[in-house]
């Protein structure tokens, strides 16, 4: 039998309801007869196990389980039996369009690249809360292009929810660490490390639904602060000045409100600061109806915006200060009720 060429690993806990999304894009795959499905729950308490089971009656799965140990462990175990020439991850809230593999196939038979990943985005389906999310991951103003740009301010570093590469890497540099947050970044820049070519597939794009409220919309971005701290204590190049910018302007607006009473150039602070945040919302507003033609989406926009900003610069504080001045070996995002 001829081994596949794409391994699909998809890491899963208790994520019932994406999954119910995912795997039916992923039955419905141009050149279906590439890949192969390897789903690894990694101890789900629900009725994963059963569904996917069910839904395998119809469409092959490798559908593995173990105890609860974080999705790199997962991915490792993925990994460890999958039969593709190149492994590809998704993250259980992508859905994928039908001719993803085409795209990656054609892009990979054209450059032949050792690792690639693609960019994310909103399906016309998704909530208008979702919708705004993914302006102000995906816009400039919001990422500056680092999550899948041909305009990045930074090197392109493949993510988990679109990220693959060939075995060999693997055989090389071996499986994800333990880290819970920014596993993703490190593999990448190790595969860098290891002087493997990386390159983004603009076209191979995902649906990505990320969070589905404000509260873990904040706590997800925070943590992401947090981590890009404990990424540039290994890899200091992971840590540029255009990554502070949000820790700048939380530090910035937390001195105008305890400046501004205390100073007689506080009337024009106050309105220097509100006249940026004002311009901010403006570019957000016009960006974002330019996309959706939706002014409720563009006004949420703007709210995502600013949380993602000030959920970023707090997380970069957080870590700064654990790593920098607790002199801590690891810094430490929110991890209770972090799903919830």
């Given at each position: 039998m001829i081994p596949p060429k794409y391994s699909i690993i998809v890491p899963t806990y208790n994520r019932i309801a994406e999954l119910q999304e995912l795997l039916p894009s992923i039955s419905n795959l141009d050149r279906i007869d590439h890949i192969e499905l390897i789903i690894v729950d990694d101890g789900s308490t629900d009725n994963t196990a059963s569904w996917v089971e069910n839904y395998a009656s119809s469409y092959p799965i490798h559908y593995i389980r173990q105890k609860n140990q974080g999705p790199g462990a997962a991915r490792n175990l993925g990994m460890s039996i999958a039969k593709g020439t190149y492994f590809i991850f998704v993250d259980s809230d992508c859905i994928l369009p039908p001719d993803y593999i085409y795209k990656i196939d054609t892009y990979l038979e054209q450059y032949h690249p050792d690792a690639f990943g693609g960019p994310d985005t909103y399906h016309p389906s998704f909530s208008p809360f979702l919708k705004a999310v993914n302006y102000s991951m995906t816009s400039f103003i919001g990422t500056g292009g680092t999550r899948g740009s041909k305009k990045s301010v930074t090197k392109f570093y493949p993510r988990s929810f679109n990220m693959g590469f060939h075995r060999d890497v693997f055989?090389?540099?071996g499986g994800f660490n333990?880290?819970?947050?920014?596993?993703?970044?490190d593999?990448?820049?190790?595969i860098y490390k290891a002087g493997y070519s990386v390159q983004l597939i603009p076209d191979a794009y995902v649906y990505h639904k990320r969070r589905t409220s404000i509260w873990k919309f904040f706590k997800?971005?925070?943590?992401?602060?947090?981590?890009?701290?404990?990424l540039a204590s290994l890899y200091p190049g992971m840590l540029?000045?255009?990554?502070?910018?949000?820790?700048?302007?939380?530090?910035?607006?937390?001195?105008?409100?305890?400046v501004v009473p205390f100073t007689s150039y506080g009337n024009m602070i106050l309105i220097m600061a509100l006249s940026g945040?004002?311009?901010?919302?403006?570019?957000?507003?016009?960006?974002?109806?330019k996309m959706y033609a939706s002014v409720k989406i563009s006004l949420l926009s703007i709210i995502t915006l600013?949380?993602?900003?000030?959920?970023?610069?707090?997380?970069?504080?957080?870590?700064?200060w654990q790593k920098w001045i607790l002199r801590r070996d690891t810094a430490i995002g929110i991890t209770k009720n972090y799903y919830k």
């Open positions: 055989e090389k540099i333990a880290l819970r947050h920014g596993q993703d970044m593999y990448s820049a190790r997800q971005i925070h943590n992401w602060g947090v981590t890009r701290i404990n540029r000045p255009i990554h502070l910018m949000p820790a700048i302007l939380v530090l910035g607006v937390l001195v105008a409100i305890i945040i004002a311009m901010i919302a403006i570019i957000a507003f016009y960006q974002s109806y600013y949380i993602q900003v000030g959920a970023y610069g707090l997380g970069l504080l957080n870590g700064m």
